[in-house]
């Protein structure tokens, strides 16, 4: 599907936007994760989530890649944030060592705790560079959500997966319970 003029928003004026291409959309019914096949013929992946909600009240939206089929490729990342709260009288730029990874297995946080009320959800993207590479898979992502203790949070992470074999999956789960609703999207960029 061609996203017009669309493209430079969505992926920067540095990217090939006459090569972006909408590959995958997944959309959540209380489910416990969206997982994605990675393709092999493009050279950036990008992914957008609109309005997702977790069935639990207070939970992390997260990701992993698979290599042949098994997730827990390990990974170096770093994370930091920047809230505001609505009574507008707390404030912060941090960063966040406790949500880093440094080789680890684990899935990687994307936000802090998504409230799961009505008016709480979380969007964003993550991109990921040169999936079926020899070299590191290196990606970051930017995702603005609604916390559930009344906050506005914008998780930002970025790392690289320590692997040489091709990245073939990316899942989306939340670190406890289902994903209750929303979608994600999945372009490719060659």
């Known amino acids: 599907m061609p996203l017009g003029a ?20 997944a959309t959540a019914s209380d489910d416990a994760s969206l997982e994605f096949t990675l393709p092999t013929a493009y050279k950036q992946v990008k992914f957008g989530f609109y309005n997702v909600t977790p069935a639990s009240d207070g939970v992390n939206l997260t990701f992993d890649c698979s290599v042949s089929a098994s997730y827990g490729t390990t990974k170096t990342t770093s994370y930091f944030t920047a809230n505001h709260d609505e ?6 730029l941090a960063y966040m060592t406790a949500h880093d990874l440094a080789q680890s297995t684990n899935a990687q946080r994307l936000t802090g705790g998504i409230g799961n009320g009505a008016d709480e959800s979380c969007a964003g993207e993550l991109h990921l560079f040169n999936p079926s590479s020899a070299y590191v898979k290196h990606f970051y992502a930017t995702v603005p959500h609604y916390e559930s203790s009344n ?10 997966f320590n692997t040489t074999s091709a990245l073939d999956g990316c899942k989306f789960l939340m670190s406890s319970g289902n994903i209750s609703s929303g979608v994600i999207k999945m372009w490719g960029v060659k």
């Open 151 to 160: 906050y506005t949070q914008t998780g930002y992470v970025g790392g690289y």
């Open 87 to 92: 009574a507008n009288t707390s404030t912060q």
């Open 6 to 25: 669309h493209k430079a928003a969505l992926f920067g004026a540095s990217a090939d936007l006459s090569s972006a291409v909408l590959l995958s959309t």
